[in-house]
């Protein structure tokens, strides 16, 4: 079937470090999505990408939909101790897919 | 605005016993409804999905049972829990044809 692959698998940083992380998938997808989730909470929507090409901030995270459609990469810029948590990236088909997901700790 | 709610938040639960955890969603009409599992803090897993009242897919063999008693109700349900049930339960809905998923908070289950 169909499968979303990530990496790295998990990331220990320092507070203030730059994170980049990324997805990639063996088919296009024409819509990109990354959640972000917090220990104990459901995963919540960040950004969503719908265009090969294209950028998309939200504060101080980045999101670029690759323009083979086949990946997307998320960076996250000055990192602070919130951020910590499971990214997942998604693409929607029937139904949504998602990656494997990366784990983020931030060291303070 | 559209809202999801699940509960109980956390649950402990003997093998052997019955399940059953409730999803509802608010602001919205014939949404589409799943029932995720994560386990270990990773990978979401799918385990059903519902298009409409009464209608459920199972997206993988297991333990575990859906109904859709109402449009914006989704239940999970287990008659006898094993100890590999154990895990972290999502209830999602798709505000928008062809975007993400919300997802409710969660629930905690171990069985003991």
């Known amino acids: 079937g169909q499968q979303l692959n990530q990496s790295p698998q998990s990331m220990f940083i320092q507070e203030g470090e730059d994170v980049s992380m990324n997805c990639t998938s063996s088919?296009?997808?024409?819509?990109w999505l990354w959640y972000k989730q917090e220990p104990g909470e459901g995963p919540v929507l960040l950004i969503a990408?719908?265009?090969?090409?294209e950028l998309t901030s939200n504060g101080r995270l980045t999101a670029q939909f690759g323009i083979t459609r086949k990946d997307s990469f998320l960076n996250i810029s000055a990192s602070i101790p919130s951020d910590v948590g499971i990214y997942f990236c998604?693409?929607?088909?029937?139904?949504?897919?998602f990656g494997p997901g990366t784990s983020l700790s931030v060291i303070p | 605005s559209q809202t999801i709610h699940q509960w109980p938040a956390t649950l402990v639960q003997p093998v052997g016993s019955p399940l059953s955890l409730e999803c509802t969603v608010e602001?919205?009409?014939?949404?589409?409804l799943y029932w995720y599992r994560q386990a270990a803090g990773r990978g979401l897993q799918l385990l059903f999905y519902?298009?409409?009242?009464?209608?459920i897919s199972s997206e993988v063999p297991q333990n575990l049972s859906a109904s859709r008693p109402q449009d914006r109700q989704f239940i999970l349900s287990s008659k006898k829990l094993l100890l590999s049930d154990s895990g972290f339960y999502l209830c999602?809905?798709?505000?928008?044809?062809?975007?993400?998923?919300?997802f409710g908070s969660g629930t905690r289950l171990t069985v003991v």
């Open positions: 998604a693409g929607p088909r029937n139904k949504v897919i």
């Open positions: 088919s296009i997808f024409n819509t």
């Open positions: 990408l719908y265009k090969a090409g």
């Open positions: 602001g919205t009409s014939n949404p589409n």
């Open positions: 519902s298009v409409g009242i009464g209608q």
């Open positions: 999602a809905h798709n505000p928008t044809a062809g975007g993400g998923y919300t």
